[in-house]
């Protein structure tokens, strides 16, 4: 099967109270053919940034979840060929040129991976579990949706055949303590949701272990130590975005099923 017929690419970016961000991923989208923001209805100045980009198209919609926001904004996308850009990710000149050639020349791929660089305020972490981050950003959009099943690092179904790019998206991720730590709560409560929909339930020995194992492993095992004291800090925020999912699920559950008075 051929992906080729239509080479123009449509950047599509959801948005939250992105003000830091959007200036400067907005003025390096020259390239694209179309932009699209979908925002979550941001309460900074994140809306007026956006529209001061004359081919930028604004567009709020209230959230669900990520999965149901990403599909909505491949809805918008007027081209076959997609990319998905969050606000803190930002392209090199070879990364730019390399999907632009990709598109031209695919004859067969319906989808491609992104490896990414983790920053850590401005600068690289090499290890603690992402140096083998990849995650889909460019698809054609008739043979690749985002799957109902996660609400929180959503799952790109793909048909056709997948394949990888060799230059790194930048991913600013860490700008401080505070932000990534609100980040990583939020990531946790979706997961928990995620799990009490699918009606899992939390137990006291997972709840003691798998936060503990998760930074053992990230820390040890992937490397987590070689990054330093930056290192220390992302194996304990993600660990801690385990026990919130814990924890939330619990209450969730409890909520459902309060006890009885006494």
Known sequence: MKYNHNTKISVLIITLNEENQMKALLADLDFADEIIVI?????????????????????????????????????????????????????????????????????????????RTFMFENEILYFSGNQSDKIFRLFHKNHAEYTSERLIHEKLKVEGKIG??????????YANYDSYKSKII???????????????????????????YNFLYNYFVRLGFLDGKKGVIICYLNAYCIHIRYNELNQLW???????PK
């Open 39 to 115: 925002d979550s209805f941001s309460t900074d100045n994140t809306e007026v940034i956006c529209k001061s980009f004359e081919n930028v198209k604004f567009i709020q919609n209230r959230f669900e979840n990520y999965s149901s926001q990403r599909n909505f904004a491949i809805s918008q996308a007027k081209n076959d060929w997609v990319l998905f850009l969050d606000a803190d990710e930002r392209l090199t000149t070879e990364l730019k040129n390399e999907i632009l050639i990709t598109v031209k020349n695919n004859l067969s791929y319906a989808a491609f991976l992104f490896p």
């Open 164 to 173: 990888i790019l060799k230059n790194k998206l930048i991913h600013y991720s």
């Open 186 to 212: 939020r990531y946790g409560k979706f997961k928990a949701q995620e799990k009490f929909i699918k009606k899992q339930k939390s137990h006291y020995l997972l709840h003691l272990l798998h936060p503990i």
């Open 254 to 260: 409890n909520k459902k099923h309060p006890l009885s």
